[in-house]
């Protein structure tokens, strides 16, 4: 799990990015596409046309790291392009990296009776 600061925002790039675009493509995007400082120890999420795969971007005040992420089954939830940037919160980025809807988390099961 990536050790997102409490003070950290994580954003959501609305659309599809190529995939094929490193840490100096995805920091020039979020400072041109996104009109945000990539240097500013926020998170930027970016998810490939295929949905599967998602690229993190941070900068942590000492250098940047770029993380992935690949689903084996199953697509990211993603905002729509209309959206634009979307901010989530960090609990929020732990259910997108386990492949779980953050929009609406739901239990999977619950009990209906003690006992």
Request: aromatic share 8%; net charge positive.
């Amino acid at each position: 799990m990536i050790p997102v600061p409490m003070d950290a925002k994580v954003w959501l790039a609305g659309g599809v990015t190529d995939m094929r675009r490193g840490m100096n493509g995805l920091a020039l995007q979020v400072q041109e596409g996104l009109g945000r400082d990539p240097h500013a120890g926020d998170l930027f999420i970016f998810r490939g046309r295929s949905g599967s795969l998602i690229k993190i971007l941070w900068h942590d005040g000492v250098g940047m790291s770029l993380y992935a992420k690949r689903l084996e089954h199953g697509r990211f939830i993603w905002p729509s392009p209309a959206d634009g940037a979307v901010a989530i919160s960090a609990a929020q980025l732990g259910y997108l990296l386990d492949g779980i809807d953050w929009r609406n988390p739901r239990h999977t099961w619950r009990p209906k009776r003690a006992g």
